[in-house]
């Protein structure tokens, strides 16, 4: 489906915001960061994971869940967090760097229409992901995202990659 918007269309984070007050893309602020991580809070499943933002800018967002033992595959010899929240990290930053396009980051809504994961390794600790906009048209966004954690030897390593698909509603109502 093609998003009428064509390349650098409403809603493309095309480069650093200005201070120009024309400027669809302004800074995110604190604000905008300790309202995310209210919703985060608020939200059951969210808050039972322990996610946290790190990071909050258009079209970019980098979210973190700690190392727990409820989250590990039952029987795993190294401990390895089960790849469905993997997955969670990968919708739900998604999700929120293509809001972060939005003019009102705050209302409108937005639909996961393809959510692809591809694991590379077991996860043994922390998990980091970051979520970057690779289009957010009038309709249509799209992303890529990156899981990573800490291996046994200390270094930090891809888990899973993702790519995903919305269907953005940038007002309030659904069309």
Known sequence: MDDPDGPGGPGTPDGPATDDPDDPFPELDADHVDLLQSFIESHGFLSW?????????????????????????????????????????????????????????????????????????????????????LRAGRSMGYTDTMVTSVDPDGEEKAVAVGRTSYRLFRDATRE
């Open 49 to 133: 994971l322990n996610l946290a933002v790190e990071e909050l800018d258009r079209g970019r967002v980098v979210m973190s869940v700690p190392y727990d033992e409820k989250l590990v595959n039952p029987g795993s010899p190294v401990g390895s967090i089960h790849g469905g929240i993997a997955a969670t990290l990968v919708d739900t930053a998604s999700g929120f760097a293509l809001r972060s396009t939005f003019d009102d980051p705050t209302t409108g809504s937005l639909a996961t229409t393809d959510l692809n994961v591809t694991y590379l390794r077991p996860a043994t600790s922390d998990l980091r992901v970051e979520a970057e906009v």
